[in-house]
């Protein structure tokens, strides 16, 4: 769990700073940085997007399966008023408390490298992946927090129970999580992410949160596969 606290700790001292940067920064700043954001989330999605090309047939069918079932039980929703609760609780006029908690979990969640390094933590006790988004994730948070506020920080609980979940589950997923299952997931969490990326930049609502089972339907899909 040593590479999840510490991401955790990154995202939450890096979104600190940036509200610290927050009050210095012109609304008009504000606004282009963020699109700048949207821009390299948009190259960071892509990028892992692309790794899955040798399997694009069945990541259209995750994509397709996973948004009915996300649409069904409407998550992005969820993910908003949970964000709105603790809005209510933590802060007293972050209007985009809501926008910054949703984005932030997405974004530092459904990566490859959130998966890789926690599967690495809990079957190797390796933390260098999880160290080095630590730095990532900490960096991305001042930008973010600067425009977004608060919410960003509290994208920590939503990446410490994920990852933490994966490392601690990582032996009893070993013999599911084979190579192709991994890329699977890794690009269509960067479809994801290519969303999230857009969303920020064209400032349209891309509901990537509805989409978020299709990141686990490779593993299931796998599991059924080898039954029959």
Known sequence: MLGTIVNAIAIIAGSIAGII?????PERMSQTIMQGVGLCVTLIGLSGALKGMDYLMEIIFFIVIGTIIGEGF???LRLERFGDR???????NGSTFSKGFVTASLLYCVGAMAIMGALDSGLRGNHETLFAKSILDGIISIVLASTLGIGVAFSAFSVFIYQGSITLLAGALSSVLTEPVIIQMSATGGLLILGLGLSMVLSAKVKVGN?????LLPIFYHMIMQIF
């Open 21 to 25: 940067l927050k009050g210095g920064l």
């Open 74 to 76: 409407n998550i992005e």
């Open 86 to 92: 603790l809005e209510k609780r933590f802060s007293k």
């Open 211 to 215: 989409m978020l089972p299709s990141v």
